[in-house]
């Protein structure tokens, strides 16, 4: 069962622009939202995590949007640059668990020069 | 700082072959897991161990086994290998006990079974 779910599955803008991923979820016991960069050949890496009690946080270039009652969030990134081609994963961490992440099926973006 | 290390990077086996991938961890973290990571499906559960000698299984278990007989080691077997065990493996650790609880992955070790 996919808990966690992303789009696009891929995602083509031009340098300066803005991308934006999407993610719902399912599960409403999900305590803890991060987003994960991961470049070719490399494992995945925390880039920007939310709680569901705020509704948004922004970290430079990087914003994480939040709707509770609709239980979606999302990824954008303002003034996009090639330097951010990479994919792109949405998770989530059910209350109580320990520690495991359900992640969403993941966004490959290309930032075009 | 090493953070977490995965061997092998890369790897060919055949059909009813076993392996062991390894992973280790210098950051002492209670918490480690490994994923394996398919195109179109994300990164999926296969197993996890809050500490040593405490391990449980994820969302896709079947075909592997783990152990985790030490803090900083958590090796995944693979006893019988199978084509569709085709994948890319990523362990990871966190702080059990770490209010964010960010994973910390290794580079991941890319399995491809004939």
């Known amino acids: 069962q996919q808990q966690v779910k992303q789009s696009p599955q891929s995602l083509i803008v031009q340098k300066g622009g803005i991308s934006i991923i999407n993610c719902a979820y399912e599960n409403t016991a999900f305590d803890y939202f991060p987003w994960y960069q991961q470049f070719p050949g490399k494992g995945p890496a925390l880039l920007i995590a939310?709680?569901?009690?705020?509704s948004e946080k922004k970290e430079g270039r990087f914003t994480i949007s939040f709707n509770k009652s609709a239980k979606q969030f999302s990824l954008h990134i303002m003034d996009s640059q090639p330097g951010d081609s990479a994919t792109y994963f949405c998770?989530?961490?059910?209350?109580?668990?320990?520690?495991?992440?359900?992640f969403g099926s993941g966004t490959q973006l290309t930032v075009l020069p | 700082n090493a953070g977490v290390t995965q061997t092998p990077k890369f790897q060919v086996l055949k059909t009813g072959q076993s392996m062991t991938l390894q992973c280790a961890q210098d950051m002492n973290h209670e918490y480690m897991s490994w994923y394996r990571q398919d195109p179109g499906m994300g990164l999926r559960l296969i197993h996890y161990s809050v500490g040593a000698g405490i391990t449980d299984q994820g969302e896709v278990p079947n075909g592997y086994n783990v152990s985790r007989s030490t803090t900083e080691d958590f090796p995944l077997r693979l006893l019988s290998a199978a084509p569709s065990q085709t994948s890319v493996y990523f362990c990871?650790?966190?702080?059990?006990?770490?209010?964010?609880?960010?994973?910390?992955f290794g580079e991941g070790s890319r399995l491809t079974v004939l």
């Open positions: 990871a650790s966190s702080e059990r006990g770490g209010h964010t609880g960010e994973l910390f």
């Open positions: 939310i709680r569901p009690d705020v």
């Open positions: 998770a989530a961490r059910a209350t109580g668990s320990a520690r495991q992440l359900t």
